[in-house]
């Protein structure tokens, strides 16, 4: 495959950006003191409260060892409070802290504005029929 033949390649332009986005959040949220995956699991947990460590490693696509570190390091950091044990079964549910919200809500506003940066070119038509083409395009490669 040619260079040409890349550019015209949608998994290519998809990962592309994919690697463009990722590297604008990182810089964008070390100055809030996270990674990318504390922020998705912060965001995850400020929709549903509650999320045991397998649904919070799907929802931010990392493994659960993975998951296990994150919610570690946010614990100590005070964003996240989670119990020593469970209330039923083995699954720990962890919530944010006042503190969590707050960071929160201070690094949404920048991963919002690169998403609005990222978006800018496209109107609201355009924007809301890039999500269902994607999101049919992840459901099709699930079957």
């Known amino acids: 495959m040619t260079q040409e033949d890349l550019g015209r390649s949608i998994g290519y332009q998809l990962k592309r950006v994919q690697a463009a986005l990722r590297a604008a959040m990182d810089g964008a949220l070390r100055r809030h003191g996270l990674t990318t995956p504390q922020y998705a699991c912060l965001e995850l947990l400020g929709q549903r ?22 919610l570690r390091n946010l614990q100590e950091a005070g964003l996240v409070d989670r119990p020593s044990t ?26 919002t504005a690169i998403e609005r940066r990222m978006t ?24």
Request: glycine share 6%.
């Open 86 to 111: 469970a209330a039923s079964g083995r699954a720990l549910e962890t919530r944010l802290t006042a503190a969590g919200e707050r960071l929160l809500e201070a690094a949404r506003a920048d991963v």
């Open 49 to 70: 409260p509650g999320l045991s460590n397998a649904e919070l490693a799907r929802g931010a696509f990392v493994t659960r060892q993975s998951m296990n570190v994150v």
């Open 120 to 143: 800018a070119f496209l109107t609201t038509a355009q924007a809301e029929a890039l999500l269902i083409q994607l999101e049919a395009m992840a459901e099709a490669l699930q079957e």
